[in-house]
């Protein structure tokens, strides 16, 4: 009889996408540059456009109260997505995805919708996230070049969806773009913690996917509706597709190309140590 525990559906879905990791990098490396070749004017609006709307609302709205009231399902559907990071994946999970999104958002508000101002802001996130990935002993670094390039495929499928339903650009984008960098910094910082532990990589990245399944699908689910209620644009299909693109994007693609970093030097063999401590010691010899 097998005793040993079979792998759920969900594990089973994550071992396969690492599998499958180099068909996932070249259809996004494909689709990417396409969409660089043919929209890069229309995926470069995205960011100014999400930029003058940040910008429009903030000058509209002067006390927290006011801020509040503008926006208060985005409000709730940030602090419930910060409690699951938390809950799922820890406090530093928690804590990583609210700086990152804070991140984002200063990212928006400094760009102020110039357009000379999104191609050398892009380079140098490029620059520091390969320099960090070569060179810097940490989680965070290991995902963020992958998120970087995914990043741009992410941006190419919500501008394809947004043109098919003539929606402007506005936050949305933006609260996307925030919202799949908190998931990528937590996904790295539980990561981590599974290789410091001494999990080998694969383990480690399926484990951690598989802790931030509920943050990622409920709270991608809860931004899309704030977002469709704060902004009054009732087009559910319109959410619907983009729920289902940020999903796809995270457990397809950007789960499948973390892969390729550099986690292995991550790795304590704090696991090996342990086994040992636990082999049972000799017998003591009976006294005659």
């Known amino acids: 009889m097998d005793l040993r525990e079979k792998p759920g559906k969900v594990q089973t879905f994550l071992e396969l996408m690492l599998r499958f990791r180099l068909i996932a990098l070249v259809v996004m490396v494909i689709a990417t540059v ?23 609302w903030l000058a509209e709205t002067d006390t927290a109260k006011g801020l509040w009231e503008s926006a208060r399902y985005i409000g709730v559907a940030t602090i419930a997505c910060v409690v699951m990071f938390v809950v799922f994946g820890g406090v530093r999970a928690g804590i990583a995805s609210v700086v990152s999104a804070m ?44 998120f970087v390039l995914s990043w741009l495929f992410l941006s190419g499928i919500l501008e394809i969806i947004s043109s098919k339903f003539d929606a402007a650009a506005s936050l949305m984008w933006g609260a996307h773009s925030a919202f799949a960098f908190a998931c990528a910094m937590a996904f790295a910082v539980v990561a981590g913690k599974h290789l410091s532990e001494g999990a080998p990589q694969a383990g480690a990245l399926v484990k951690s996917a598989k802790q931030l399944l509920a943050p990622v699908v409920i709270g991608s689910l809860l931004l899309v509706a704030a977002m469709t209620f704060d902004m009054g644009e009732r087009n559910w299909v319109y959410a619907a597709l983009q729920f289902v693109a940020v999903l796809v994007w995270f457990f397809v693609f950007f789960f499948s190309i973390s892969s390729f970093g550099p986690w292995e030097r991550l790795r304590a063999g704090s696991r090996r140590v342990e086994m040992k401590d636990k082999k049972k010691k000799a017998p003591a010899k009976k006294k005659k």
Request: glycine share 8%.
């Open 34 to 56: 396409s969409f660089v070749a043919t929209g890069w004017q229309e995926i470069v609006s995205l960011p100014l456009g999400s930029s003058e709307a940040l910008g429009m």
């Open 103 to 146: 991140l984002s958002f200063a990212a928006l508000y400094v760009l102020g919708g110039a357009e000379s101002m999104p191609l050398p802001m892009f380079g140098i996130l490029a620059l520091v996230a390969v320099v960090m990935f070569i060179f810097v002993k940490l989680s965070v670094a290991c995902a963020l070049f992958p």
